[in-house]
Nanobody
Framework: QVQLVESGGGSVQAGGSLRLSCAAS????????MGWFRQAPGKERGWVALISSSGVTTYADSVKGRFTISQENAKNTLYLQMNSLKPEDTAMYYC?????????????????WGQGTQVTVSS
């Protein structure tokens, strides 16, 4: 079992920045793919950024060049640095873990989820 707790969300103006954090606890000695997903009202949950246990990162086209996913293994913490935020980035952001070396862009492939943190970007 892995527990995930997100923090760092908030309200910013367009062009601003936020850094989300996801603290993991429990069985963190396994190899996981970690990811950030987001869900806006009335829309399906979609992937934003993924990082494999070997450190390979993948980004959705909508955030490429603006967002950076990283992890600090010593602290069991996952981050999402979000720059040049746009109103369309407004959503609930979720941290997720998949018990596999391999990442997936499908939310249903992830075994553990945090409770989410709200990001609101105003124009």
């Amino acid at each position: 079992q892995v527990q995930l707790v997100e923090s760092g969300g908030g309200s910013v103006q367009a062009g601003g920045s936020l850094r989300l954090s996801c603290a993991a606890s429990g069985r963190t000695d396994w190899h996981y793919c970690m990811g950030w997903f987001r869900q806006a009202p009335g829309k399906e949950r979609g992937w934003v950024a993924l990082i494999s246990s070997s450190g390979v990162t993948t980004y959705a086209d909508s955030v490429k060049g603006r967002f950076t996913i990283s992890q600090e293994n010593a602290k069991n913490t996952l981050y999402l640095q979000m720059n040049s935020l746009k109103p369309e980035d407004t959503a609930m952001y979720y941290c997720a873990a998949r018990g596999s070396y391999f990442c997936s862009i499908n939310s249903y492939d992830y075994d553990y989820w945090g409770q989410g943190t709200q990001v609101t970007v105003s124009s």
